[in-house]
């Protein structure tokens, strides 16, 4: 067998075209519904993301332990191809309103290092039931207005966020 | 006849009438989605201006049915008729240098014979303004109730969907 033959389809063609298959497979499977790949758009989640940046949606997560606050989740919209992408801050049962900017959980605020501009925000304050969240993006510069935030549904949310 | 022929007969005809309701809903289904994707190409036409204007908004007009209602939410007022949506869309257009549409996870489900639909998908759309340099993008899931009248399936509602409450 030539060299240019050997570097293409090894010593062994028929276990290199396996190989080839099991690999192709995993990676279709990994790709289509463990790990999605989703990039950024907008300016929302500045400055832990930038619009355009790539990552993945890591859908086994949650399946060992609810999400907690911090996490950065993927919540889909009406289906998986398009995803809101947010950070936890409300658990459900707690209470939580937004002051001049500032986060409050029970009536207490909430450290947020990851926040750099902060707009003096006011939400009133809502109580979370049983399998909802409160997410918001990492921009607090926006206007109010222009930021989509607020309570979700656990069943929407996809994964957390890899990177 | 054997009862065995009896009950094979019948399964026979389950099975032609199962096969034959799966392929007319799902050609039904098949005519809704063609026709957003229509709808989709008719927005996302570029045109140059005047007469072109017009005849893009009037086509467009024709995705929609007379007494269509909009309804973006609790802090905007709906928008009811056709002629108002489209008269809203040709002024939006002509305050923007771009602007695309795009339709995501459309799922349909076949209503009333066959004769309505109602369709989630999220839409999402990049805009820039005359003037500007930088895109904005927005995407929303939405509601719509489809009905189908003369064989031409046309929007007959659409509510914005609070993802985020």
């Known amino acids: 067998m030539s060299l240019a033959r050997r570097l293409v389809f090894g010593s062994n063609p028929r276990r290199t075209a396996v190989r080839i298959l099991i690999l192709t497979a995993v990676s279709f499977g990994t790709f289509r519904w463990i790990l999605i790949p989703v990039r950024t758009q907008g300016i929302s989640m500045q400055p832990t993301y930038e619009s355009d940046h790539l990552t993945f949606v890591n859908r086994l997560a949650f399946v060992w332990r609810p999400p907690a606050r911090g996490d950065i989740v993927a919540i889909r919209l009406a289906g998986p191809h398009v995803v809101y992408v947010k950070r936890i801050v409300g658990l459900p049962g707690e209470r939580l309103e937004i002051v001049e900017g500032q986060v409050l959980i029970d009536a207490l605020p909430l450290a947020e290092p990851y926040v750099r501009n902060r707009r003096p925000w006011d939400v009133p304050e809502v109580t979370l039931e049983k399998g909802e969240y409160f997410v918001i993006g990492d921009n607090r510069g926006m206007r109010v207005g222009d930021h989509d935030f607020g309570r979700v549904d656990a069943a929407r949310i996809l994964g957390r966020i890899l990177f | ?165």
């Open chain 2, 1 to 165: 006849m054997t009862p065995f022929a009896r009950v094979g007969g019948a399964v026979l005809v389950a099975l032609c009438v199962g096969v034959g309701w799966h392929r007319w809903s799902a050609s039904e289904e098949r005519a809704v989605r063609q026709r957003l994707d229509a709808l989709t190409d008719a927005v996302n036409t570029t045109v140059s201006g005047g007469m072109e204007t017009f005849v893009q908004a009037a086509d467009i007009g024709g995705y929609f049915t007379e007494d269509v209602v909009v309804d973006l939410g609790k802090d905007a007022a709906p928008i009811v008729g056709r002629a108002t949506l489209v008269g809203m869309a040709s002024r939006l257009r002509r305050r923007t240098a771009a602007f695309r549409l795009r339709l995501d996870d459309v799922g349909v489900r076949l209503r009333e014979e066959g004769a309505a639909a109602e369709v989630t998908l999220t839409a999402s759309s990049m805009l820039r303004d005359a003037g500007a340099a930088a895109e904005s993008t927005d995407a929303r899931e939405y509601l719509l109730e489809m009905s189908k009248a003369s064989g031409t399936w046309r929007i007959s509602r659409i509510t914005a969907v609070d993802t985020l409450r």
